[in-house]
């Protein structure tokens, strides 16, 4: 068994799939011609989004993340933690935390996405 992908629920699949690409660099690996599920290209685990609109249709109860506390995060390894931070907020990403070095050796930074989402942009734990 493998993890294949996770899916996160979004009103604007399209934008959203644009956002990433634009902040982070991942590739669009599929957009559904109805414009309600998309894929990006993020290595073996895909990084998926579907409307709040098709799951409603599936009879599926979803709900946008509290914008004010986080249940969860995602997290991408970049080489130049301050390089990606930047780049991520000159696409359109909010500014949680700058840069900082972590007593276990691993530089951090955070921003949410437009869906309100928690990204960590970190370098590999030292």
């Known amino acids: 068994m493998k993890l294949k992908y996770t899916i996160l629920y979004v009103e604007n699949v399209e934008a959203t799939l644009s956002f990433y690409h634009a902040a982070f660099g991942f590739n669009i690996q599929m957009l559904h011609e109805g414009g309600d599920y998309g894929e990006l290209a993020t290595g073996n685990t895909t990084l998926s989004f579907s409307s709040f609109a098709l799951m409603k249709s599936l009879n599926k109860a979803v709900q946008a993340p509290d914008k004010d506390a986080a249940c ?10 301050q390089q990606a931070l930047d780049k991520a907020v000159s696409a359109g990403a909010i500014l949680i935390q ?7 050796g ?8 437009p869906n309100d989402f928690l990204i960590e942009i970190c370098s590999a734990v030292g």
């Open 98 to 104: 700058p840069v900082k070095e972590e007593p276990w």
């Open 106 to 113: 691993q530089t951090t930074s955070y921003v949410k996405d």
């Open 72 to 81: 969860f995060e995602i997290a991408f390894e970049a080489e130049d933690v």
